[in-house]
């Protein structure tokens, strides 16, 4: 961090915890109230059973017994098994590799190798001798031949032979060695020998190498009944369908737990049910919630922080709760136009795929609720749904949604076919009701339309039309950039081909990432001429007239310049950010070096803190992206690297260089989205800036 940015002071403990009870608080009134908004949509009228029996398990069923409606249940005793399956599935657990074994073991190496060196070197001792010294050597059971061998070679042979020994023994002891299974381990040695150790010697080397890998992890049976119990609980609960007239026991067989449990389910052993419908509505309500809310707390998405985000999308559920209700009733053709898939794709564009997977498949389950437990409708939904959201491509077009809500059409149109061919066959209804979940589609995707567009105006949530519409080259910023700063244009479509590359190499997303470079350096605008990119070669430098920290000043504003017209076009807050964050808190430096050299020569005192920017740092992956992206390309431009090594050695100290300066540290990258970012901008910039062959008449013509 440089001396120009500072700290905000630390707020009193107080205030955080009454903010944090505050959001909390918050956060509980929505989950209540979308509980209860759920509860409510799901309690309806529910005929009684017409027939109930007084069974146990082991009776004797006095007559077939029926299922009186389609119904999908949770099935606690199928769970069970499945549970216990699971657990049995689960490997053993060992302890994490104890370091002192592994030091120990290369002493060990290194003490043989140095006995065996000193028994070679005596020159009084006869062979035989020799040889019984090296067999006696304890840890390792060397044989006569083997004692021979090592008394054979040169002295040169065996200075490689204990070297290589002792590293085999080091490597192998540095990774992890399972009890039981050392010869996992032992079995790659010969692959990891260096190439330089002679051929003869590979078999003496691992014949003495291989009994000093030993074990350094250890089976941990409380760590292996931990993992079982989890696999247990990661179970999904196992449900069962029964169709209208299915049978569940036949009369005369005898009555078994799973039965009763499916009898159970039907209300087929009690004739007052009305409390109990009631108690499911509200259960069923409850669990939504859960899921949403541990799903949220386990994958900490980033719009859930934000509860207006949270709002919307528990809105846009009851919305379409409440349309269903309408809609699916009674299973009329009419409720094959039930738009699930609208839903599906705005929160697909709005939050991601996962969410939108997971709200899409809990709405069908309340959707099939409030049909009496239809698989057929619950399916259609998902499937529809499902479907619809997979295919839509983030920051998709017009004619995606349009793709993608006819994709889900087809879903529920096959769904339809596995549910009603086997059963009544190709009729009339058959064929109207396909005609209606066709024309789900085009209703799903402009409903889809329509609430993205909304969104977009309503909230501070960005969608893919905004972006799609911020990424046209006649926005009017974007002609501006390219009438008043054409150098600075043509540099941001550079960095932007770099940072979509690497959005995408990473999972991050990539048209944010791309609109959001296309307008960082739009306030560049406001002085072009002092942004070297801007300049022709050759030309007249401002800032030759100028001092170090007054040409600072001018490059540092053009990102206070940017915000400026982030707010005068009205940039959505999520682009405002890389206008915000791409150079962090990092300094200027050319004008920082120069400004020292003054000082320094002058004998004064240098105030570093304007030559470094006011940030923040990057606050996402996209941003960052950003941020490595615009310094590569910067780099790698004016350096006019004369081969494809020169291009790696740029990059990776660009990288290396905001990483040091803890730039990368709120933007949630891993090492591992570090290392991809890294290879895919090395190979779009070779692909950019890679040497070109100067062909005869190329040659500038003399002056």
């Known amino acids: 961090m440089g001396p120009g940015v500072k700290k905000s002071p630390d707020r009193p403990s107080w205030v955080e915890r009454i903010r944090r009870a505050a959001w909390l608080i918050r956060a509980g009134v929505i989950a209540l109230l979308f509980a209860a908004g759920v509860a409510g949509l799901l309690l309806y009228p529910i005929l009684p059973s017409r027939r109930s029996f007084d069974l146990k398990a082991g009776d004797i069923a006095p007559q077939d017994i029926l299922a009186t409606r389609q119904i999908t249940y949770v099935s606690q005793i199928e769970t069970n098994a499945a549970r216990t399956a699971a657990a049995a599935s689960i490997s053993d657990v060992y302890d994490a590799p104890d370091p002192r074994v592994g030091r120990q073991q290369v002493r060990a190496a290194q003490q043989i190798m140095d006995f065996v060196r000193d028994v070679r070197a005596d020159p009084i001792a006869p062979t035989e001798l020799k040889v019984g010294y090296i067999t006696a050597v304890q840890n390792v059971a060397i044989q006569s031949d083997t004692a021979n061998q090592l008394l054979s070679v040169s002295d040169s042979q065996f200075d490689q032979l204990a070297q290589q020994i002792v590293s085999l023994v080091e490597g192998a002891m540095g990774g992890t060695v399972l009890e039981g299974r050392v010869q996992d381990v032992t079995r790659g040695l010969e692959l990891k020998i260096s190439s330089d150790l002679p051929e003869s010697l590979i078999p003496l080397t691992l014949t003495l190498a291989d009994p000093l890998v030993v074990p350094n992890s250890f089976l941990n049976a409380t760590a292996t009944d931990q993992a079982r119990q989890q696999a247990q609980d990661a179970i999904q609960p196992v449900k069962r369908t029964f169709q209208p007239g299915e049978v569940i026991v036949r009369a005369g067989e005898p009555v078994d737990e799973t039965d009763l449990e499916a009898m159970v389910a039907l209300g087929l052993t009690t004739r007052q049910l009305t409390w109990q419908n009631v108690a499911s509505a509200i259960f069923a309500s409850l669990l939504a919630t859960a899921i949403l809310i541990t799903s949220m707390a386990a994958q900490k998405p980033s719009w859930a922080g934000n509860l207006s985000h949270v709002r919307l999308v528990a809105g846009l559920f009851l919305i379409f709760l409440f349309g269903a209700q309408y809609l699916v009733p009674g299973q009329q053709a009419i409720a094959f136009l039930f738009p699930a898939a609208a839903l599906a794709m705005a929160l697909r564009a709005l939050i991601g795929l996962e969410f939108s997977a997971l709200i899409t498949v809990i709405l069908a389950a309340m959707v099939g609720y409030l049909a009496q ?3 057929e409708i619950a399916a259609f939904t998902a499937a529809s749904g499902l479907l619809a959201a997979a295919t839509l491509r983030q920051g998709a077009r017009l004619i995606g949604f349009f793709q993608s809500g006819l994709i889900g059409a087809l879903g529920g149109v096959a769904v339809l076919l596995i549910f009603r061919l ?113 300049r022709v070669e050759g030309s007249d430098n401002p800032h030759d007239h100028l001092t170090p920290v007054e040409s600072a000043t001018i490059i540092k504003a053009h990102v206070s310049d940017g915000m400026a017209m982030a707010r005068s076009y009205r940039l959505p807050q999520p682009i405002a950010a890389f206008i915000a964050e ?24 240098l105030d570093e803190r304007p030559f470094f920017y006011d940030g923040p740092i990057p606050a996402s992956r996209e941003t960052a992206v950003l941020m490595l992206a615009d310094g590569c390309e910067s780099a790698v431009r004016a350096n006019r690297p004369a081969s494809n090594e020169d291009i790696d050695k740029i990059v990776d100290r660009i990288i290396q260089q905001r990483l040091d300066a803890h730039q990368l540290d709120g933007s949630g990258l891993t090492l591992n989205d570090v290392s991809a970012i890294r290879d895919s901008f090395v190979r779009t910039l070779r692909g950019m800036y890679h040497p070109r062959i100067r062909y005869p008449g190329d040659e500038p013509s003399p002056r």
């Not at 005609?435 to 969608?463: K, P, Q």
């Not at 150079?583 to 004064?604: K, M, V």
């Open 373 to 375: 437990g239809s698989l």
């Open 422 to 534: 086997p059963t009544t066959g190709f009729t009339t209804d058959l064929a109207q009701t396909l005609t209606l979940t066709l024309l789900n589609g085009l209703f799903s995707t402009g409903i889809t339309i329509v609430i993205l567009i909304a969104v977009g105006g309503l909230t501070s949530m960005i969608t893919s039309l905004q972006l799609i519409d911020l990424m046209r080259p006649d926005h009017p910023l974007q002609r501006r950039l390219q009438q008043e700063a054409l150098g600075t244009y043509q540099h941001t479509l550079s960095v932007a081909n770099l940072v979509e590359a690497a959005a995408e190499a990473i999972g991050a997303d990539s048209l944010l990432a791309r609109v959001g470079t296309l307008y960082h350096d739009i306030g560049k605008m406001a002085n072009p001429g002092f942004f070297i990119e801007n």
């Open 582 to 605: 791409h150079h962090g808190t990092l300094s200027i430096l050319f004008f920082l070096d120069r400004a020292r050299t003054q000082a320094e020569a002058a004998h004064q005192t």
